[in-house]
């Protein structure tokens, strides 16, 4: 046999591709990961929001959950790099972003919309606080910071899907 071979598949594994000059993919796994963890943890107060769309709270925690999969794929695809956690990585960066386009739908229309909440008594005006004023404010809150999680973690797995794609697609 010659020594003049084409190399063979292991050894030169397939990694995701750079982007640019200062993309990480570690890190992009890790923030993702974060951001899933954040949804997830939001998950608590949108159950008990959730008043208008009656499963509210099952759009952060699927979306929460398929972030951490897409990243904790990204991540060991990144540290030991083989085509099949590669592929994982790339079909859970697409269902991340399937689910992030979901999400940011839902996220926009609860955070767009108001509650059907009587207005406060006079009672309640005269003490400067109205429970309904709070709720509505809480409720408009836990809305905007999920879809602004929600936007950001759009971008991660744009980058960790599109990465992935062009490192197979490469080798």
Known sequence: MSSNQMPSADLD?????????????????????????????????????????????MCP????????IAGSFGMASERTPKR???KNSLISGLA???GTLIGLIMYGYAASTSLDIPPCSHE???????PETIFQNFYKTISGQLLFYNIAA?????????SAFKGLRIH
Do not use: M, W
């Open 84 to 86: 099949e956690l590669l």
């Open 154 to 162: 759009l971008v991660l797995h744009c980058f960790l899907s599109f």
């Open 13 to 57: 594994p397939p990694k995701f591709h750079r982007l640019f000059k200062f993309y990480d993919p570690e890190v992009v796994a890790l923030t993702t990961i974060l951001l899933g963890l954040f949804q997830l943890l939001l998950t608590i107060p949108a159950y008990n929001i959730s008043l208008d769309i009656k499963y509210f709270f």
């Open 124 to 130: 309640s005006l005269e003490y400067h606080t109205c």
């Open 61 to 68: 925690l699927c979306v929460g959950s398929v972030s951490v």
């Open 96 to 98: 991340g972003l399937v």
